[in-house]
């Protein structure tokens, strides 16, 4: 199984963004925590991280019949971004949702997620190992 790992806006910046509600552990400690866990339980894993909306649909669109799942933590796009739900949609890849801190216990705003209408599962406020579970969704076609 290869699964993407799509991380929006601002994620790179983890250890360093808002350590109260996201943690101090750097993105590449996230990274080398997939990576262990993934090879643990027998999964290829792939990073992808930007600032940008466009560079994650396009990121979305070349994983088509690449890979067979994707865990997306689209940051604020999470709030924001019909692009990208039309992106995942249009792949029909699984896609779990993944966020580190939960977002339907902070503002207003961020209650709202246009991605959750095409994930197969949301995986919130489990900090860095909510990615883990969302491997282990993947990894089980779909169940918790």
Do not use: C, W
Request: aromatic share 6%; net charge positive.
């Amino acid at each position: 199984m290869k699964i993407l790992v799509i991380n929006g806006p601002n994620l790179n910046m983890l250890g360093i963004r808002e350590p109260a509600i996201y943690g101090s552990e750097t993105y590449q400690t996230l990274q080398k925590k997939i990576r262990d866990h993934a090879k643990a339980v027998g999964v290829k894993v792939r990073f992808f991280q930007s600032n940008s909306e466009g560079a994650l649909v396009t990121a979305i669109q070349k994983a088509y019949r690449r890979y067979d799942g994707i865990i997306i933590n689209p940051g604020a796009y999470t709030h924001t971004s019909i692009a990208l739900l039309d992106a995942v949609k249009t792949v029909g890849i699984p896609t779990v949702e993944v966020h580190i801190s939960d977002p339907d216990t902070r503002e207003e705003f961020r209650k709202t997620s246009y991605i959750r209408q095409a994930a197969i599962a949301t995986v919130k406020g489990m900090g860095l190992s909510g990615y883990l579970k969302a491997i282990d969704i993947l990894k089980a076609g779909g169940t918790a």
